[in-house]
């Protein structure tokens, strides 16, 4: 009886730290692509202000 309940345990502690280490993955990633665009965004609009008033 007590080695179930152990088990069971191990099996949900192991199964939550996966869990948050994914999560952590893909938060990380998600920011560096939101990041990455809104990088892009901002160049492109640099250059068209740019082309604008250069002009």
Excluded: E, P
């Amino acid at each position: 009886m007590d080695t179930i309940q152990d088990s069971k345990r191990h099996f949900v502690r192991s199964g939550a730290f996966c869990f948050t280490t994914h999560v952590h993955y893909v938060v990380a990633f998600i920011i560096w692509r939101v990041t990455c665009i809104a990088d892009n965004i901002i160049q492109m609009l640099f250059d068209i202000v740019q082309k604008h008033y250069v002009q």
